[in-house]
């Protein structure tokens, strides 16, 4: 049969400039790929955890840690950049399909993002857990660094995003550079001014670095005498922004060296003398007469109010409780949801372990003398977020019921999946904590052992804890100052 138009041999010859186009292509995304993993393990292992150490020496400021992050991402967006310029030079594709090469592996990253942050919850808090061990995998490079920059943001989950897009910038640039590398000047040759870019970026960094390093620090309180200080989970964004502001070290690394322990073991450290001072709510009667059996006299110091909330899934249809409600709930006189305008479903009512903070909160202010029911060991939550999870995790009937403090529940352990219950018709918020509407408002105390002489380290923190810029700390730190209580 003729073709006298020539239409099957062209046919034939698109499909042929496809394929000539389509192999070139994979292979250059494969071995981008190929690079990336060598690149990622070759790098965590040799340099990535040599500068999360260098990020949390001492005398590091919040300054030279920005500077050392910048720096850090400029140099890796340099390597990627060195390798789109060498494979532009290498391959014969055009420059698009060339940056293209990075497509699949944007797309792998952004795949593995997703599913870590629906594995989540959505939620900051959670950012570092299973779900994301993949992505760490894939960005391994990256993992040390952002570990050391989450307390610089409350949406980790965005850096992790942007280290996928680090590489494939960098790769991109480099192709467009060395595809178009030059502008001619009046003489006809090459004006290759992205190296002075390159360069003057580079020594700027190093300049500002080295400056920041080196300027001199005037701490209130010098680390080496910082007092030994423990305390409540909800405390530890306050705790950690006092010893960031009290000693001058960035807060990467008051993060990172601030440990607290729970509510009790706070109390029994500072009762065996292993803490100086600790940030919790009131004692429980356990703690009491630990207190006493060992000849110690406890000083409790208010400085802030939070909110003890109850806490129900998005789903259920319950849009308050009163006092009354919660108490004949928690002594085991009212069992169902029906009961309070609910469904028809049992109130699965978790509660704290013995002795916690909020479990000792929901005994001695929530139940005013009435007894609680013993619940089975199933609901009874040893950690504070565990408390959240479990409400936002229960069945598909959504009949859980739980209780925390505000600051935790809404900003370091947020749910989306979970809602404040209003109390006696009052909203949990700040604004009502400031007021005193809300009816049960919890103190953060300053707790430390009465008769002994503190320190100076220790009556310096003392002061500034109940001066003006303590004030600040504490409101920054989540809790409503006493001073700006109405």
Same mark, same amino acid.
């Given at each position: 049969?003729?073709?006298?138009?020539?239409?099957?041999?062209?046919?034939?010859?698109?499909?042929?400039?496809?394929?000539?186009?389509?192999?070139?292509?994979?292979?250059?995304?494969?071995?981008?790929?190929?690079?990336?993993?060598?690149?990622?393990?070759?790098?965590?292992?040799?340099?990535?955890?040599?500068?999360?150490?260098?990020?949390?020496?001492?005398?590091?400021?919040?300054?030279?840690?920005?500077?050392?992050?910048?720096?850090?991402?400029?140099?890796?967006?340099?390597?990627?950049?060195?390798?789109?310029?060498?494979?532009?030079?290498?391959?014969?594709?055009?420059?698009?399909?060339?940056?293209?090469?990075?497509?699949?592996?944007?797309?792998?990253?952004?795949?593995?993002?997703?599913?870590?942050?629906?594995?989540?919850?959505?939620?900051?808090?959670?950012?570092?857990?299973?779900?994301? !061990?993949?992505?760490?995998?894939?960005?391994?490079?990256?993992?040390?660094?952002?570990?050391?920059?989450?307390?610089?943001?409350?949406?980790?989950?965005?850096?992790?995003?942007?280290?996928?897009?680090?590489?494939?910038?960098?790769?991109?640039?480099?192709?467009?550079?060395?595809?178009?590398?030059?502008?001619?000047?009046?003489?006809?040759?090459?004006?290759?001014?992205?190296?002075?870019?390159?360069?003057?970026?580079?020594?700027?960094?190093?300049?500002?670095?080295?400056?920041?390093?080196?300027?001199?620090?005037?701490?209130?309180?010098?680390?080496?005498?910082?007092?030994?200080?423990?305390?409540?989970?909800?405390?530890?964004?306050?705790?950690?922004?006092?010893?960031?502001?009290?000693?001058?070290?960035?807060?990467?690394?008051?993060?990172?060296?601030?440990?607290?322990?729970?509510?009790?073991?706070?109390?029994?450290?500072?009762?065996?003398?292993?803490?100086?001072?600790?940030?919790?709510?009131?004692?429980?009667?356990?703690?009491?007469?630990?207190?006493?059996?060992?000849?110690?006299?406890?000083?409790?110091?208010?400085?802030?109010?939070?909110?003890?909330?109850?806490?129900?899934?998005?789903?259920?249809?319950?849009?308050?409780?009163?006092?009354?409600?919660?108490?004949?709930?928690?002594?085991?006189?009212?069992?169902?949801?029906? !009961?309070?305008?609910?469904?028809?479903?049992?109130?699965?009512?978790?509660?704290?372990?013995?002795?916690?903070?909020?479990?000792?909160?929901?005994?001695?202010?929530?139940?005013?003398?009435?007894?609680?029911?013993?619940?089975?060991?199933?609901?009874?939550?040893?950690?504070?977020?565990?408390?959240?999870?479990?409400?936002?995790?229960?069945?598909?009937?959504?009949?859980?019921?739980?209780?925390?403090?505000?600051?935790?529940?809404?900003?370091?352990?947020?749910?989306?999946?979970?809602?404040?219950?209003?109390?006696?018709?009052?909203?949990?918020?700040?604004?009502?904590?400031?007021?005193?509407?809300?009816?049960?408002?919890?103190?953060?105390?300053?707790?430390?052992?009465?008769?002994?002489?503190?320190?100076?380290?220790?009556?310096?923190?003392?002061?500034?804890?109940?001066?003006?810029?303590?004030?600040?700390?504490?409101?920054?730190?989540?809790?409503?100052?006493?001073?700006?209580?109405?």
């Amino acid at each position: 049969m003729s073709d006298p138009k020539g239409v099957i041999a062209d046919t034939e010859k698109g499909a042929s400039v496809r394929i000539a186009w389509f192999w070139p292509w994979l292979g250059g995304t494969f071995m981008f790929g190929l690079f990336s993993v060598m690149f990622n393990v070759i790098w965590s292992i040799v340099v990535a955890s040599n500068v999360q150490l260098l990020l949390r020496h001492e005398g590091v400021t919040d300054t030279a840690v920005i500077v050392m992050l910048v720096l850090y991402a400029w140099i890796v967006g340099l390597i990627f950049a060195a390798y789109g310029a060498l494979s532009a030079r290498i391959s014969s594709m055009h420059k698009l399909p060339l940056m293209l090469t990075g497509l699949l592996s944007l797309l792998c990253g952004l795949c593995l993002w997703i599913v870590g942050l629906q594995g989540s919850g959505g939620q900051p808090a959670e950012v570092w857990g299973g779900s994301w !061990e993949l992505f760490s995998l894939y960005h391994a490079w990256a993992a040390p660094v952002l570990e050391v920059l989450e307390p610089y943001t409350q949406h980790s989950e965005i850096w992790f995003l942007l280290t996928v897009l680090l590489p494939i910038a960098g790769m991109v640039i480099g192709v467009e550079v060395d595809r178009y590398p030059a502008v001619t000047d009046k003489d006809g040759k090459a004006d290759h001014r992205w190296q002075w870019v390159v360069v003057s970026m580079s020594a700027a960094l190093i300049i500002v670095l080295t400056i920041a390093l080196r300027l001199p620090q005037h701490p209130y309180i010098a680390e080496r005498d910082f007092p030994v200080v423990d305390g409540a989970t909800a405390a530890i964004p306050f705790a950690q922004d006092m010893l960031h502001e009290l000693t001058g070290m960035s807060q990467a690394r008051a993060a990172h060296e601030l440990r607290f322990n729970t509510t009790h073991q706070a109390y029994v450290n500072l009762i065996e003398k292993k803490a100086d001072l600790i940030l919790v709510a009131g004692p429980s009667d356990e703690e009491l007469r630990l207190a006493k059996s060992r000849g110690v006299h406890m000083k409790l110091i208010p400085i802030g109010r939070d909110a003890f909330i109850f806490l129900v899934h998005q789903e259920n249809p319950v849009k308050g409780l009163s006092s009354e409600q919660v108490r004949r709930i928690y002594e085991g006189s009212i069992h169902n949801w029906n !009961e309070v305008g609910g469904k028809d479903q049992p109130i699965i009512a978790y509660q704290r372990e013995e002795n916690s903070g909020s479990q000792t909160y929901m005994e001695k202010k929530v139940m005013e003398g009435h007894e609680m029911t013993e619940p089975p060991r199933e609901l009874q939550i040893g950690i504070m977020g565990g408390m959240i999870n479990a409400v936002a995790d229960f069945n598909k009937d959504h009949n859980a019921l739980g209780y925390s403090f505000y600051y935790f529940a809404n900003v370091m352990h947020n749910r989306q999946e979970v809602k404040f219950l209003p109390i006696d018709g009052v909203e949990p918020n700040k604004e009502h904590i400031r007021s005193g509407q809300y009816p049960f408002t919890a103190q953060l105390f300053v707790v430390t052992r009465e008769g002994e002489k503190p320190r100076p380290s220790l009556q310096r923190l003392l002061d500034w804890l109940q001066s003006e810029e303590g004030t600040r700390a504490i409101e920054r730190g989540g809790f409503v100052a006493l001073d700006s209580q109405e």
